[in-house]
């Protein structure tokens, strides 16, 4: 042991965050001890320990949200008629950040995997179908391009073809500014079967 | 703003620390709000908010500690005639880590810098002095081996050798397991100059 007991107690709580090793941890809280102002800290420990009751999920969509419905579904300039399907709520913020697509989401908490035993009834389908008989144009399926994400996308779509609504894939392929070199060959299947033509 | 404002809150408590960027405040927000229990969350934001209470300086070495003195300065089969000088309480960790030195510490809380506004009158040495006063037999000067360290090292050998005391400054030259293609110059250079006889 060394350091303090309440200095070991609160490297451990950063050390089971994603991405943060023993050192990093150390480094986190030594900053913290020796360096950020009190008040900032209380402020800090405040947020922490309230967003579990703050964030709930989203009515429509399931999306973290401090409100009833998320800032996306509240925001009645989006086009309501198109919705793209994910797995989870971070999937919305990449796309978000890409700022291409205008329409709502729709947030299934998890994918179709069988090995984790995870089946179709632990996704919000049963809701994504209730938002379809109220009238959209198109479904976008934005799951991951894994087995899983691929599998999940497939039961959706025979799920949702037979409404008469349009569902697409999101395109896999080369991603921009990537080498060919250094492309998996999965990818570069992906890429040669989903061709183009340019003229 | 494409998140809930608590989210994003908690995401910039994340950023603030050192060695996290943005995408891994995000990452590390979901795995807390998605995956962690709330039992852990509340004790992590607990410890967190009693961090700055509970952690005090020994009285002694002005170590980081829980009580009046550090678990170090508190082990009385530590080597109480000989003090190792430190400018930081996370400089006592590595030293600890490597398990050399059965000693006592003495946190000088910075270094010399005039560049930072920070003098001598700012760091806890007359507080060595008077330990010093106290009877020991050796000083080991272990700052870093940087400008402001060697300086430090400097000013304080110049305070102490007129006491009588041995006083040494820990070695520096090539990192164990390191390559001379990769060395910098300056370390090159003082491996030279320190080199020992051998046989």
Chains 1, 2 share one sequence.
Do not use: W
């Not at 401090?66 to 989870?88: E, K, L, M, S, T």
Request: glycine share 6%; proline share 5%.
């Amino acid at each position: 042991m060394n350091h303090a007991q309440s200095f070991v107690d609160l490297v451990k709580h950063f050390e089971s965050l994603p991405g943060i090793g023993p050192k990093s941890a150390q480094r986190i809280v030594f900053h913290i001890v020796m360096k950020m102002n009190p008040f900032d800290v209380t402020q800090f420990a405040n947020t922490l320990e309230k967003i579990k009751e703050t964030l709930q999920f989203c009515e429509q969509c399931n999306n973290l949200s401090d409100n009833r419905f998320c800032h996306i579904c509240a925001d009645h300039q989006r086009d309501q008629n198109i919705i793209c399907v994910v797995a989870d709520p971070k999937d919305i913020a990449a796309i978000e950040r890409s700022k291409i697509f205008k329409g709502l989401y729709h947030v299934l908490h998890g994918l179709i995997d069988p090995m984790q035993g995870s089946g179709p009834e632990n996704l919000k389908i049963k809701e994504l179908l209730s938002r379809i008989n109220q009238g959209v144009e198109e479904i976008i399926l934005a799951t991951n391009p894994t087995i899983e994400g691929d599998a999940t996308a497939l039961y959706l779509a025979k799920l949702i073809n037979p409404l008469g609504i349009k569902v697409s894939r999101i395109a896999h392929g080369m991603p921009i500014g990537s080498e060919l070199d250094y492309a998996d060959s999965a990818t570069l299947s992906s890429a040669m079967e989903y061709r183009r033509s340019l003229m």
